[in-house]
């Protein structure tokens, strides 16, 4: 089939040429994103410090990477064998069973470094809050300049980090129990140690001072090697599931498809083609097509026989069992909880129903699973109430 283009039109196909043109061959701007991302070679990316970490830091000592939760990696993990656990990025909101976990692993003789601006549940465990720093915004200052508390480790003239920081500050509740390792120029505290019993949490809320644009900043290397001498010459671990959620967990296909260059190009293009498709080919140039009728979906049917001869047999029993059996898979799934009377309260706390009806449904399971029949208005009632806890847990 032949497409006939008017003369009129060459100009606009020529633009639109160019304009592809010129989009493929443009210089590629910086991308500032900040991803923390342990491979991510752009400026707020980490690998610079991925691989002093294997390198030059912790030579002597295994590194590996993790994309779980803490929560996940915690409740997995061998304890027997210590080692430093190292989390930076923006939005390290932990969660109340996050820190469940954290602070038994610390008190072993574990320890963790965490650097991010916020930090969720955890700020109130450990008794400091995290704050703007109004001191740095209130005189204009276009860099933050952060200094050792311990004299041994050089520092005499500050770690400048020009327009790439964070305006925030800790405010300690609990001084007795944290130790200010950091402060800026304005002597506002940026980077704390807490003790807890043979661990301990490291926390600094300058991530951006760990990625690989601050890092090729003069010294500023020193400054994150000198975070690191705190920790004994333990194996490494890196997480890195809350840098890939926070930079891709909230974004659509098409945000996706349009942040990446390539990607974009091709999108365009199609889009142009299809366009130009129909502005061409937008009168039928065939014969009508037959429409088809499509075989009858008949899977309505099947359930609706099946349902007829569950009904018939009265076998209800069989049924409540399996909707237990379902049941308590979903709960594991989603809350990495077994279904018993022991986590009764902390399922309620999490899916948001409430203990009560949490309860009812223990005890009306464990009845159904040891009777050997039942009632179709018990097999209702217990119907009634998992839907209900489908329908509304969080």
């Known amino acids: 089939m032949k497409i006939h283009i008017h003369r009129s039109l060459y100009p606009l ?11 493929l ?3 590629k701007p910086i991308d500032w994103t900040r991803s923390f991302m342990y491979d991510d070679t752009r400026p707020y990316g980490t690998k610079i410090l991925y691989e002093l970490l294997d390198t030059e830091l912790f030579p002597n000592q295994e590194l590996k990477l993790n994309n779980q939760t803490v929560f996940q990696y915690l409740d997995n993990v061998n304890t027997s064998k210590l080692h430093n656990l190292i989390l930076i990025g923006d939005n390290l909101n932990f969660r109340k069973w996050d820190i469940e976990k954290i602070i ?16 969720g549940d955890l700020v109130d465990t450990l008794g400091f809050v995290v704050k703007k720093d109004y001191s740095i915004n209130k005189i204009k200052m276009d860099s933050l300049v952060q200094y050792f508390k311990n004299k041994k480790i050089k520092n005499q003239n500050g770690f400048v980090y020009k327009k790439s920081y964070d305006p925030v500050r800790i405010e300690i509740k609990d001084k007795n129990k944290i130790y200010v390792e950091g402060v800026s120029k304005t002597k506002s505290v940026q980077f704390i140690n807490i003790p807890i019993d043979k661990g301990k949490i490291i926390l600094s809320v300058q991530p951006l001072a760990f990625t ?17 001498s705190y920790f004994p010459d333990y194996p490494l671990v890196f997480n890195s599931y809350y840098n890939y959620e926070n930079l891709y967990g909230k974004k659509n296909i098409l945000s ?8 974009r190009l091709a999108y365009y293009l199609t889009v142009i083609a299809i366009l130009l498709l129909l502005l061409f080919q937008g009168k039928r140039k065939q014969r009508i097509i037959p429409i088809i009728k499509p075989l009858p979906n008949t899977s309505l049917n099947f359930i609706k026989t099946l349902g007829q ?17 379902y049941f308590k898979e979903y ?12 986590n009764v309260e902390e399922i309620a706390d999490r899916s948001g129903i409430s203990v009560k009806i949490i309860k009812f449904l ?16 018990t097999l209702k009632l217990l119907n009634d109430k998992i839907e209900f806890f489908y329908n509304n847990c969080k």
């Open 362 to 377: 223990d005890y009306k399971i464990n009845q159904i699973e040891n009777a050997k029949s039942i009632d179709g208005n």
């Open 309 to 325: 001869l569950y009904f018939k047999y009265s076998n209800h029993i069989d049924i409540a069992k399996k909707q237990i059996i």
């Open 256 to 263: 996706f498809i349009l942040t990446n260059k390539a990607l």
């Open 331 to 342: 709960i594991k799934n989603r809350y990495n909880l077994t279904f018993v009377k022991e």
């Open 212 to 228: 690989n644009y601050n890092m090729l900043q003069k010294d500023n290397a020193d400054y994150v090697a000198g975070i690191f």
């Open 13 to 23: 196909l020529a633009l639109i040429v160019i304009l592809f043109l010129v989009e």
């Open 25 to 27: 061959f443009a210089p």
């Open 104 to 119: 038994p692993w610390i008190q072993k003789g574990n320890n963790m470094l965490i650097a991010s601006n916020q930090l």
